[in-house]
């Protein structure tokens, strides 16, 4: 039996904001955790986009990090000033971590068996700016990595009006299931924009554990987040190396 999931009755369980006190917004025992895609302004220099929209200079830093145009990132920052220089803060990085960043791929018959269909339980999905992101859980065995990928399956007979099908694939390449990990993931979106229109209706289904289930989402394109919750500070998830 299919199941259809819209986005609003279960990613609030994943998303916390962790808000700084405002009598004391810039103090340095403050700070926030959000999800950030990185923008290179030159050689190891960077800013960061948040998905609500808002721009973030790095102008202090307490770790070493190299950056790469459009890694998407949990970034745990201390804002320092107000709106500044075009940019919504000037913030000092205490830390940050690579999310895995994917494109979306073409299903074919020749990568149909290395894509793997074995089963995933998505906590979210939901769209910030020009990615999808999704945190899943998944069983690992600690034999070789997983596989997950944003597949745009064409080989399929079934097709939704006015929607772009896609399939969350994950290929655990018959490894034992020992133990539940938390995966988070996320897909650039912008090789799926079509001409003429600003945004496009995306229906992704998933091989759960019990069953396949279709998350509705809506991309619209170069756009913040609509939701603010989305887009600040989500329970930060440690990238793993469990999956690729």
């Not at 700070?31 to 973030?56: H, M, P, Q």
């Not at 830093?61 to 220089?85: C, G, I």
């Not at 995966?183 to 912008?190: A, H, I, M, N």
């Not at 394109?221 to 500070?233: D, I, R, V």
């Amino acid at each position: 039996m299919k199941t259809v999931v819209h986005k609003f009755s279960f990613i609030i369980v994943l998303l916390v904001a962790i808000s700084c006190n405002k009598k004391d917004e810039h103090s340095l025992g403050e700070f926030r955790i959000n999800i950030a895609t990185v923008v290179l302004e030159g050689e190891n220099t960077y800013s960061l986009l948040l998905d609500n929209g808002k721009r973030l200079w790095p102008a202090a830093s307490d770790v070493r990090y190299a950056p790469v145009n459009d890694q998407r990132v949990f970034v745990n920052y201390t804002t320092l000033s107000n709106e500044k220089d075009g940019y919504a803060h000037y913030v000092k990085i205490n830390d940050i971590w690579n999310i895995l960043t994917k494109e979306p791929i073409m299903l074919t018959p020749q990568n149909e068996d290395s894509i793997g269909y074995d089963p995933v339980k998505i906590n979210a999905v939901w769209v910030g700016n020009d990615y999808l992101n999704i945190d899943f859980m998944f069983n690992y065995g600690g034999i070789r990595p997983h596989a997950v990928n944003l597949v745009i399956n064409t080989l399929s007979s079934e097709a939704t009006p006015d929607a772009l099908d896609l399939e969350f694939r994950h290929n655990a390449y018959e490894s034992p299931g020992t133990r539940l990990y938390e995966g988070f993931v996320c897909f650039d979106l912008k090789p799926l924009q079509r001409p003429g229109v600003d945004s496009v209706k995306l229906t992704i289904k998933v091989k759960d554990w019990d069953d396949e289930k279709t998350y509705d989402v809506v991309y619209r394109y170069n756009q913040a987040a609509l939701q603010n919750t989305f887009a600040e500070t989500p329970i930060p998830v440690v990238s793993s190396n469990e999956y690729y």
